[in-house]
T-cell receptor, first 113, second 112 residues
Framework: RKEVEQDPGPFNVPEGATVAFNCTYS??????FFWYRQDCRKEPKLLMS???SGNEDGRFTAQLNRASQYISLLIRDSKLSDSATYLC??????????????FGSGTRLSIRP | DAGVIQSPRHEVTEMGQEVTLRCKPI?????LFWYRQTMMRGLELLIY????????DSGMPEDRFSAKMPNASFSTLKIQPSEPRDSAVYFC??????????FGPGTRLTVL
């Protein structure tokens, strides 16, 4: 089993729709979580961190479920510009300075007019 | 502010040649990461440094790959000898205390 798993998609949804992705992780010692966005032929960029209490940034909501070991990303009122690959990232802290960072393989989202 | 700088942006070489990729992290960041991305395998962490010290190199594919970080502002990833299966986009990223990672634009490597 992969340490971080995502549905590769593609998710093809109409503009204005709400879409949600999940990402599961295998290590219960995982400490911090992030969603990154990667546009075609570009580098990944941080979209948002995921906090235990859940957090919202405009149309984007991220949630963490430690009991079931998954994080989610919800996009409301989707825009054409949301089309990208969304990468789930899990950071497992080891000791005071070392950590292991695992990227999921990404979920492709395509918004159609 | 300058982000992570990588060079070259594109590299085309022949099998058997040595390839050196370079990275300048964001000033003040203490962690540096090298990744490789392909369609088949996605984004793979090759190695990361904390305070210029290699912490985890378990992702380095084989002895043909080596990475160095001689100081806080420079790192190299070397492939010697290169093979066609090394063709990929290589990203360097830096962060402060392993939180948000800032990625460079990547080096697109093609080994013929």
């Amino acid at each position: 089993r992969k340490e971080v798993e995502q549905d590769p998609g593609p998710f093809n949804v109409p503009e204005g729709a709400t879409v949600a992705f999940n990402c599961t992780y295998s290590n219960s010692a995982s400490q911090s979580f992030f969603w990154y966005r990667q546009d075609c032929r570009k580098e990944p960029k941080l979209l948002m961190s995921v906090y235990s209490s859940g957090n919202e940034d405009g149309r984007f909501t991220a949630q963490l479920n430690r009991a079931s070991q998954y994080i989610s990303l919800l996009i409301r009122d989707s825009k054409l510009s949301d089309s990208a690959t969304y990468l789930c990232v899990v950071n497992m802290q080891r000791g005071s300075s070392a950590s292991k960072i695992i990227f999921g393989s990404g979920t492709r989202l395509s918004i159609r007019p | 502010d300058a982000g992570v700088i990588q060079s070259p942006r594109h590299e085309v070489t022949e099998m058997g040649q040595e390839v050196t990729l370079r990275c300048k992290p964001i000033s003040g960041h203490n962690s540096l990461f090298w990744y490789r991305q392909t369609m088949m395998r996605g984004l793979e962490l090759l190695i990361y440094f904390n305070n210029n010290v290699p912490i985890d190199d378990s992702g380095m594919p084989e002895d043909r790959f080596s990475a160095k970080m001689p100081n806080a502002s420079f790192s190299t990833l070397k492939i010697q000898p290169s093979e066609p299966r090394d063709s990929a986009v290589y990203f360097c990223a830096s962060s402060l205390d392993s939180w948000e990672q800032f990625f460079g634009p990547g080096t697109r490597l093609t080994v013929l």
